[in-house]
């Protein structure tokens, strides 16, 4: 299985696509998370990401593409993969087609999680308490949910263009929404 999983920030992708890695058996590339072992790692990369992070910009296509391109060339992709957080703008979208042309290995499903705003802002907040991420203060809330509806939504439109995007309702129980991202998939 080869699964895009859209949403906003705060939609649960990375909540969901944690435990959808387990029951399929697949891997999990989280673009947010390979930036923020750079970021931690303390590279030259990782310096250039963090204030664009931290101020709920995207960070360039180039330094993704090439963050990507390697991931996807590692040996557990065989299986399958979730992506979490890539594409997040059109030009991303066209560049994962090449990519995933090139290794012969094109998208099984793409799925967007539906979250109204309110409760986007919430789950934030409640992560920010908990965890304290520096991106989850309200200002860059803000930036991300913005970035979200100029660039990231004609991403939605770009797959649904294609008859391969299935919408799934992200409010309720993790079970809950994990069961309906299941049942929207392709069977094998
Ligand atoms: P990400 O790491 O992708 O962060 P995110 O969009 O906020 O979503 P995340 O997956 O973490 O949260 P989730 O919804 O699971 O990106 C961070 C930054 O990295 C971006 O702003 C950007 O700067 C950069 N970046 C990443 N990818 C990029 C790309 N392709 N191009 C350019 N830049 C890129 O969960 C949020 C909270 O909700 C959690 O606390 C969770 O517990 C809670 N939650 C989840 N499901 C719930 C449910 N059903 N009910 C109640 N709470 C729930």
Avoid: C, W
Wanted: aromatic share 2%; hydrophobic share 40%.
């Amino acid at each position: 299985m080869r699964l895009v999983l859209l949403g906003p920030p705060g939609s649960g992708k990375g909540t969901q696509a944690t435990r959808l890695k387990e029951d399929l058996g697949i891997a999990h590339i989280s673009t947010g998370d390979l930036l923020r072992a750079e970021v931690a790692a303390g590279t030259e990369l990782g310096k250039q990401a963090k204030a664009v992070m931290d101020a709920g910009n995207l960070v360039s296509d180039e330094i993704l593409l090439g963050m990507l391109e390697a991931r996807l060339g590692q040996p557990d992709v065989a299986k399958g993969f979730i992506l979490d957080g890539y594409p997040r703008n059109v030009a991303q979208a066209n560049a994962l087609d090449g990519l995933l042309a090139k290794i012969s290995q094109p998208l099984d499903a793409v799925v967007q999680l539906d979250v109204a705003t309110e409760l986007l802002v919430e789950r934030i907040a409640g992560r920010a308490a908990e965890q304290g991420r520096a991106d989850d203060n309200p200002e860059s809330v803000r930036q991300r949910l913005q970035v979200y509806n100029e660039q990231t939504a004609p991403v939605v439109d770009f797959y649904a263009g294609r008859g391969t995007l299935a919408r799934v309702d992200g409010v309720g129980e993790l079970d809950e929404v994990e069961g309906r991202i299941t049942a929207a998939l392709p069977k094998h």
